[in-house]
C-alpha cells in the first residue's frame, strides 16, 4: 500500500537531486533548473498532504490553492531569472558561475 | 494502482538524475521535461487533476520552451571536461548523502503518514461541499466523481482572492520586469 510517507520520501528525493544540481554544476541555467526541480519537489508534498488531510470528505483545498501560487511564482521568476541570465550573457560572454565572481567590473 | 506510484515516482527521479549529470545543457533541459511529466502524473493519481493539468501546461509547456530557447539564443555548448574540484565535488554529495540519511529517519519515526490516504466520501457530506457550486459539478459529486477544478476554482476565488489579485499584479510586475531588462541600452 503506498502512504503518506511514500509520497514525501520521493518529493526528498527529487528536493536533494535539486539541491546536488545547485552544489555541483557549473551552469547558472542548469542550476536554474534545478531550482524548479526543488519547487517542484515541495508542491508535490503539498499536494499528497492536501490529499492526506481530508475536510468534509473531500481534499483540503487550501494546499491545493498554495501550490497554484507556487506555480505562478515560480513561472513569473523563471521568467525574470533568464532574462538576468540574457544581460548578464551580453555582458560577460559566459554564464559559467566559476567566471562570475565579482559584483561589478 | 500501487504500481503506478512505483513507475511514475521511477521515472521522475531516475530524469531528474539526467538533469544533474548530464552535461549537454539541451539534454538537461529534455530530461527536466519528462521529469516533470513524471510529477505530473503523481499529481494526478493524488487526485489533484487541475494542479497536474497545470504542471504539465506551465512547466513542461512554457517554462521548459522558455529554458531551451534561452539555451539556443546564448548557443551554450556543452561544458569541457575541466580539472574538477573535488573538495567542492565531496561536499555536494555528502551534503545529499546526509540529507536522504535524515529525511529516512525523521519519516521512518513518523507514524501518522504511515496510514493509507483515507477514501473521499463525497455523497455524505454533498451539501456542506456543494455550496456555491454549479449544478453540473454538483451532479457530478452526487456520482461519486470529483469535480476538482470547481472545487480548486471555489477555493481561490473565494478564500484567496486576495492573494490572486496580488499574484496578477506580480505577473503584471515581471513582465515589464523582463522587458526592461532586456533593453539593450540601461540608462
Redesign the interface.
Known amino acids: 500500500?503506498?502512504?503518506?510517507?511514500?509520497?514525501?520520501?520521493?518529493s526528498?528525493?527529487?528536493?536533494?537531486?535539486?539541491?546536488?544540481?545547485v552544489?555541483?554544476?557549473?551552469?547558472l541555467?542548469?542550476i536554474?533548473?534545478?531550482l524548479?526541480?526543488m519547487l517542484?519537489a515541495a508542491?508535490?508534498s503539498l499536494?499528497?498532504f492536501?490529499?492526506?488531510n481530508?475536510v468534509?470528505?473531500?481534499?483540503n483545498?487550501?494546499g491545493?490553492?498554495l501550490?497554484?501560487?507556487i506555480?505562478?511564482?515560480?513561472?513569473?521568476?523563471?521568467?525574470?531569472g533568464?532574462?538576468?541570465?540574457?544581460?548578464l550573457?551580453?555582458a560577460r560572454q559566459t554564464?559559467?558561475v566559476d567566471d562570475i565572481t565579482s559584483m561589478k567590473y | 494502482m500501487d504500481v503506478l506510484f512505483y513507475i511514475f515516482s521511477a521515472i521522475m527521479i531516475l530524469f531528474g538524475l539526467g538533469v544533474v549529470v548530464s552535461r549537454n545543457p539541451v539534454t538537461s533541459a529534455l530530461c527536466l521535461v519528462v521529469s516533470f511529466l513524471g510529477l505530473a502524473a503523481l499529481f494526478i493519481q493524488l487526485d489533484a487533476f487541475f494542479i497536474g493539468i497545470v504542471q504539465i501546461l506551465v512547466y513542461a509547456g512554457a517554462v521548459m520552451v522558455l529554458f531551451l530557447f534561452i539555451i539556443m539564443l546564448l548557443d551554450l555548448k556543452s561544458e569541457e571536461h575541466q580539472p574538477m574540484n573535488y573538495m567542492a565535488f565531496a561536499g555536494g554529495v555528502i551534503l545529499a548523502v546526509v540529507f536522504v540519511v535524515q529525511l529516512a529517519s525523521v519519516l521512518s519515526s513518523f507514524k501518522a503518514g504511515e496510514l493509507g490516504f483515507p477514501l473521499q466520501q463525497h455523497e455524505l457530506t454533498l451539501a456542506e461541499n456543494a455550496e456555491g457550486l454549479p449544478e453540473a459539478a454538483q451532479e457530478r459529486m452526487a456520482e461519486e466523481k470529483l469535480p476538482d477544478v470547481h472545487l480548486v476554482g471555489r477555493t481561490i476565488f473565494t478564500h484567496f482572492n486576495f492573494p490572486l489579485q496580488v499574484v496578477a499584479v506580480l505577473l503584471l510586475v515581471s513582465t515589464i520586469g523582463v522587458v526592461i531588462l532586456s533593453k539593450r541600452k540601461l540608462t
Open positions: 500500500m503506498v502512504t503518506l510517507n511514500h509520497y514525501l520520501f520521493v526528498g528525493l527529487l528536493f536533494t537531486l535539486g539541491l546536488t544540481g552544489m555541483l554544476r557549473r551552469s541555467i542548469v536554474f533548473m534545478s524548479e526541480m517542484s508542491n508535490l499536494v499528497a492536501s490529499r492526506f481530508l468534509n470528505g473531500l481534499p483545498y487550501n491545493q490553492a501550490v497554484f501560487f506555480i505562478t511564482v515560480a513561472a513569473a521568476e523563471v521568467a525574470v533568464l532574462a538576468i541570465i540574457v544581460a550573457f551580453r554564464t559559467s
